[in-house]
């Protein structure tokens, strides 16, 4: 407690700044934004070491060793491939002076302590963290039931007492069917840009 109270008091606590907009250019993780493909930052948090930068494609963190050292390491996250989970925010106590967002990311976790000043901010990146994680979890439901489905109507097809050659082209039509009807279900819930999300709820 008290080393934490010296730590904040003397400024060598790394606790994270919410960057404005008109800023993003200003950073390094800007850099590796794919501006190309219509990636887009939407909130970026920066501390002494490290960025934490939220697109609407993808988690980009700039990963500083330590707050003296120029060298950085850049780990790209794309929603599509990392689901969100775990979202929380813990709020400031009398004498602290941060609040921390903590989310897990695939398989990563991350707590990210940010001033307290700028909480109206970080609860809107919460409530969008939040979001997108309800709605991945949701989608896989959906995919996973429409991949169940299809394996029943297979697996009924193989059992029923067709002959052969009907057999082989029920089966040929169920299989383009089903292609087509996956590609579809996966085009609707695999959601890769959650860009109106960020723009829902991150109004601060």
């Not at 097809?157 to 009907?166: A, C, Y």
Request: charged share 30%.
């Amino acid at each position: 407690m008290f080393k934490k109270i010296a730590s904040e008091a003397l400024g060598l606590s790394d606790i994270g700044t919410i960057i404005s907009p008109q800023d993003f250019d200003k950073t390094d993780a800007d850099d590796y934004v794919m501006h190309e493909d219509n990636e887009k930052i939407y909130f970026l948090i920066k501390t002494k070491a490290d960025e934490y930068c939220f697109t609407n494609l993808a988690f980009i963190h700039v990963d500083g060793a330590n707050a003296v050292s120029s060298k950085r390491t850049l780990k790209r996250y794309p929603y599509a491939q990392h689901k969100f989970s775990d979202v929380m925010l813990e709020t400031a106590g009398k004498i602290d002076m941060d609040v921390e967002i903590k989310f897990t990311l695939g398989s990563q976790r991350f707590d990210i302590d940010v001033r307290k000043d700028q909480i109206e901010q970080l609860k809107d990146l919460y409530k969008s963290l939040l979001r997108i994680a309800e709605t991945t979890h949701e989608n896989a439901i959906y995919i996973d039931m429409a991949s169940q489905s299809l394996d029943k109507a297979v697996n009924v097809l193989q059992n029923s007492r067709t002959d052969d050659t009907k057999l082989a082209d029920t089966y040929r039509d169920l299989t383009d069917f089903g292609f087509t009807w996956m590609t579809s279900v996966r085009e609707q819930y695999h959601i890769k840009d959650f860009g109106s999300v960020f723009e829902k709820y991150i109004n601060n």
